[in-house]
């Protein structure tokens, strides 16, 4: 069974920093595109940074210069490294990744979800 892990959500106060982590277990052949999303109480889902797998990243105008994603090819795991903080960062974060899993039909793509981090900052 495949599964994405997050972890690392937190209470935090304003100007304060968090570091995510989403790990990837399960029969994985192949990790393409991984990404954090966030979802706000009331809000819809929003794409928050992505990166390929060969390092290329893109943020969402609300984070860039705050958040910095990443990942570990060896460890099968994403990171989002989050500094200054502001209420409105105050969300739900999920991880997702484009898969190649082993079936035993064989190779299928899956678009994997996680089950999301709770993240708070207080003002």
């Known amino acids: 069974q495949v599964q994405l892990v997050e972890s690392g959500g937190d209470l935090v106060q304003a100007g304060g920093s968090l570091r995510l982590s989403c790990a990837a277990s399960?029969?994985?052949?192949?990790?393409?595109?991984m990404a954090w999303h966030r979802q706000a109480p009331g809000k819809q889902r929003e794409l928050v940074a992505s990166?390929?797998?060969?390092?290329?990243?893109m943020y969402a105008d609300s984070v860039k210069g705050r958040f910095t994603i990443s990942r570990d090819n060896d460890k099968d795991t994403l990171y989002l490294q989050m500094v200054s903080l502001n209420p409105e960062d105050t969300a739900i974060y999920y991880c997702?990744?484009?898969?190649?899993?082993?079936?035993?039909?064989?190779?299928?793509?899956?678009?994997?979800w996680g089950q999301g981090t709770p993240v708070t900052v207080s003002s």
């Open positions: 399960g029969s994985i052949l192949i990790i393409n595109a």
């Open positions: 990166i390929t797998s060969g390092g290329s990243t």
């Open positions: 997702n990744a484009d898969l190649v899993v082993l079936t035993e039909r064989g190779k299928s793509p899956l678009h994997a």
